[in-house]
């Protein structure tokens, strides 16, 4: 039943070791995102794909990387996690056009850093 | 820069108490406006929208919001909030047209209904 699935839910990793996180999806959407939400926090967006295309926002790091194999699958590469980046991490998904903007999310992977 | 601010960090009302969570942005042109909601351990999801037309949004689970563009708000209301409605509730904008659903967030506000 699950649309959006992202794995793992909960995630340990050391101060530098390199992290994946996985997003998936069963609705087909052109649109993929990955936000970071922070404790009490707004979630803020990371990047975006539109199909292939590939869009950054201005301020993500470039300790974050992104690759989207195909339609359904979306990664989020963390290439030397800080404490800084101890977080939600929330993937969603959409239809492109008029509709953008109503995002269906994932239950989001949650990242410790120690 | 965009910003959305929720007035409430946390709500606590009793059942069958009505509910009034604010929300401002700061743009200045035409936007669509989101309430988006995540219940204990589940994802967020859309509670409701506003795109163009009439200012009054119903959404799921007896929620409306009504967009006062002069006051650059959209407040969420329901007349009697049940224990099930315990969750977080975000507001959301994005610029009407603008970024592939680059949503604006807002940090949230936390509602507990006791039974």
């Known amino acids: 039943d699950a649309m959006v699935i992202q794995n793992p839910r909960y995630q340990v990793t050391q101060f530098g070791k390199p992290v994946t996180l996985s997003c998936s999806q069963t609705?087909?959407?052109?649109?993929m995102y990955w936000y970071q939400q922070k404790s009490s926090q707004a979630p803020k967006l990371l990047f975006h794909y539109y199909d292939k295309d590939f869009n950054n926002e201005a301020d993500t790091p470039d300790n974050f990387q992104s690759r989207r194999p195909n339609t359904s699958f979306c990664f989020l590469d963390i290439r030397s996690p800080g404490l800084g980046d101890a977080a939600m991490y929330l993937c969603?998904?959409?239809?492109?056009?008029?509709?953008?903007?109503?995002?269906?999310f994932g239950e989001g992977s949650r990242l410790t850093v120690l | 820069a965009q910003s959305v601010s929720q007035h409430n960090h946390h709500v606590i009302l009793s059942e069958a108490a009505s509910l009034e969570l604010g929300c401002n942005y700061s743009y200045g042109g035409t936007v669509n406006l989101f309430w988006y909601v995540q219940y204990p351990g589940q994802h967020l999801q859309l509670l409701l929208k506003?795109?163009?037309?009439?200012?009054l949004v119903k959404g799921i689970k007896g929620f409306e919001a009504e967009f006062i563009k002069s006051k650059f708000s959209f407040n969420l209301r329901k007349p009697s909030v049940q224990w099930s409605d315990t969750a977080e509730y975000f507001c959301a904008v994005t610029p009407y047209g603008g970024s592939q659903g680059n949503l604006i967030f807002g940090k949230g506000t936390k509602l507990s209904v006791k039974p």
């Open positions: 969603a998904t959409s239809l492109p056009g008029t509709l953008a903007g109503e995002l269906f």
């Open positions: 506003y795109f163009s037309g009439d200012p």
């Open positions: 609705l087909n959407h052109n649109v």
